[in-house]
């Protein structure tokens, strides 16, 4: 009788302790479920490309971006995880991120982990590290780096400057402030004029040559212009005097008004008395000339104008290439300063609450458990500069972007992924399929590549800002 009550006991102990275990099982499982790692994860690869700067750190850096970001970082700026100042050669590492896509690549959150409601809209981001050899180095205490970072947009108030804690936790660290970018102005400014195009001393036919009919007789102060032939100076629009040098003048003028450019004023005078007049009227005509260089001082003077052509030439082309250069950078940075290293975020928090919400359906869900798989689902926020993040649990209880372009990947458990275009999203949410007065569910159709070509997709569509077809994904499987 004993022993039967002492098994009953066990039998009960065993099986409450197996409930325990179960219930605890399923509560460890379903909290793995719909919990959020913390950090950066980037789950379509990691072939990013760094700015890469190497240099003495006892001398400090200044780096300048094809884009106008700038980056004053001081002497003796780093120290090594022991607290010991770093001199020397140093290297570091630097990237930005200004599109949504480049932030969906590199993994870096941008919802805050106690309220996944609220998330970031960037107005500019970046990345800083520093090496000595492969040790990760920390900046100094009392140093800081000015960062000029390249902005798009002038942005409000609302906008505030963010540091990735440990890279895991955004923390608020103050404001910072959007500027003209004054490398640019100053670059600007410093683009040299051009000297005047050099003039070829040999006549085209563009040129209206003449040569003087004189009477050295009774003219004898013109005998120096003698079988000079000359080269009319037209002014805008001036055309070709053919009738007035035909015409027969009394008298001639020859006068250098201008001994720089060798410019002489060449001046026709006369009387004309008309028929059954007494008065006699009288008619001038003027223009400007230089003579026609000839033999030995022609030859000079095209050996001097090849040389100030070619001179012209190489200024315009420097010219030309810094002007490109300076096309390229923003017109526009914003300027804060930093006293650590890792990711800096200039944005704006905003809140899914406002907004309608509900149901996302999509057709590769029979491709997955949903008690089973986790299923991480990406939201890119292309007009805000931002990405979502939401697993198969929670795809019941999602914000809707109405007129606004929002992409989706989602990572699939057989090492593929899904995409659904901007388009499919902007046709399936839109003021007349959702709002927040009532439930909403939307299904999307989706387009599916391996996951090893993401990235390569991904970096295509930002670069290109277009979409790929869906035969070009299909070639892709």
């Known amino acids: 009788m004993k022993n039967l009550k002492k098994n009953k006991r066990t039998k ?56 106008g970001t700038h980056l004053s970082i001081p002497k003796s700026a780093f120290m090594d995880k022991d607290g010991r100042t770093v001199n020397g050669k ?38 800083l590290r520093a090496y000595k050899g492969e040790n990760e180095l920390i900046m100094k205490n009392g140093k800081s780096i000015k960062v000029n970072l390249a902005a798009l947009n002038k942005v409000d108030e609302n906008f505030n400057l963010y540091f990735l804690d440990n890279d895991e936790q955004w923390i608020e660290t103050g404001k910072f402030q959007t500027d003209s970018n004054q490398f640019k102005l100053e670059s600007i400014a410093a683009i040299p004029t051009l000297p005047v195009f050099p003039e070829n001393p040999n006549p ?48 001639v003028k020859v006068k250098k008004i201008d001994k720089k450019e060798n410019i002489f004023k060449i001046s026709f005078f006369r009387e004309v008395k008309k028929p059954g007049l007494e008065k006699v009227k009288n008619e001038k005509f003027c223009l400007n000339a230089i003579p026609a260089l000839k033999g030995k001082e022609l030859a000079e003077a095209l050996k001097n104008y090849k040389n100030d052509l070619k001179e012209y030439e190489t200024l315009l082309a420097l010219k030309e290439l810094e002007e490109e250069r300076l096309a390229i950078e923003s017109d526009l940075v914003n300027t804060f300063e930093i006293g650590a290293l890792g990711f800096w975020n200039c944005d704006k ?5 406002i907004l309608a919400n509900g149901t996302y359906a999509f057709d590769f869900e029979d491709q997955f458990l949903p008690l089973v798989n986790k299923v991480k689902l990406y939201m890119v926020l292309n007009d805000q500069n931002g990405v979502l993040t939401y697993y198969n649990f929670n795809w019941s209880d999602m914000p809707f972007f109405i007129n606004e372009d929002v992409e989706i990947f989602a990572v699939l458990p057989d090492l593929k992924v899904a995409y659904v ?20 569910r939307v299904k999307f159709k989706s387009q599916i590549m391996p996951k090893e070509k993401a990235f390569a997709y991904i970096e295509n569509l930002r670069t290109n800002n277009s979409t790929t077809s869906t035969t070009e994904l299909a070639n892709n499987n």
């Open 90 to 127: 140093v290297k570091v590492k630097f990237r930005e991120f200004h599109d949504a896509k480049s932030i969906l690549l590199s993994g870096i959150p941008m919802q805050m982990n106690d309220n996944r409601n609220e998330y970031m809209q960037s107005a500019g981001m970046m990345e």
């Open 12 to 67: 009960w102990l065993i099986g409450g302790l197996s409930a325990l275990i179960i219930s605890f099982s399923a509560y460890t499982y379903y909290d793995y479920m719909i919990s959020y790692e913390k950090g950066v994860i980037p789950m379509f690869g990691d072939n990013f490309t760094y700015n890469e700067m190497t240099f003495d750190a006892s001398l400090g850096y200044e780096f300048h971006g094809a884009n």
């Open 421 to 440: 275009s901007a388009q499919e999203y902007t046709n399936k949410v839109n003021n007349k399929t959702v709002s927040k007065l009532f439930t909403n």
């Open 349 to 353: 928090l905003q809140n899914t609450e």
């Open 204 to 251: 085209d036919s563009s040129d209206f040559v003449f040569t003087l009919a004189m009477d050295l007789k009774n003219a004898p102060y013109l005998r120096s212009f003698k079988d000079v032939d000359w080269v009319m100076v037209k002014k805008n629009g001036e055309s070709n005097p053919y009738n007035e040098l035909r015409t027969g003048w009394d008298r």
